[in-house]
């Protein structure tokens, strides 16, 4: 996994490196993509990167359990820690799909702003809504299908120490705000409208 921090804060960018997350991220980025497709290779490409941003914080515990040979000492995730997924509408559906199926034990809440990490206003909106709410920085990751540096930046200076999974960092703003290459708007791309 690629690991970057980001300039003038010490915000975690990592981009992993595996296969299918390029692979999902090509699918994305194709305008001939069709919106079934789209959708799928959204909730496929958040379910390998919640994959990766749960490697090294996930609350656990260890126990014995009988098997149907004998005793064995094992580690599972922790029931009474609360794992709670939050996806910004519209995109953020798509990309969170899979997630209780990667995370035991979620709840799923959902955030209606305007989806958009080409400068970062909403990510910042939706990160200071769960602090407000009691969540500590080391429990919020951000997922993202794909990210610019101004967003990252903004969240940098605001947000020391934040971890952001994304399966691609493009360089590049058009005049307009878009990422460029990007993928185009994932809320309308995931729901056909």
């Known amino acids: 996994m690629e690991e970057e921090p980001v300039a003038n804060g010490t915000t975690m960018v990592c981009v992993p490196s595996h296969p299918l997350i390029k692979h999902w991220i090509s699918v994305l980025r194709n305008e001939q993509t069709p919106c079934a497709t789209f959708k799928n290779a959204m909730a496929e490409l958040g379910r390998l990167l919640i994959y ?67 400068r970062g206003g909403t990510v910042i909106a939706a990160v200071d809504l769960l602090k407000d709410r009691g969540a500590e920085d080391k429990q919020i990751k951000v997922i993202s299908a794909i990210a610019a540096p101004p967003a990252l930046r903004k969240l940098s200076q605001k947000f020391p120490g934040l971890h952001v999974y994304t399966g691609i960092v493009d360089p590049i703003l058009n005049e307009k705000g878009f990422i460029v290459p990007g993928l185009g708007d994932a809320g309308d791309r995931s729901f056909g409208t």
Do not use: C, K
Not at 86 to 100: D, K, Q
């Open 52 to 118: 990766e941003a749960s490697r090294d914080w996930l609350p656990v515990v260890n126990g014995e359990i009988q098997t149907p040979m004998g005793v064995a000492t094992v580690e599972y995730v922790d029931p009474h820690e609360p794992i709670m997924i939050v996806p910004i509408l519209r995109a953020g559906l798509a990309l969170a799909e899979h997630a209780s199926s990667v995370l035991p034990a979620t709840r799923t809440y959902h955030l209606d702003y305007l989806t958009s990490f080409r």
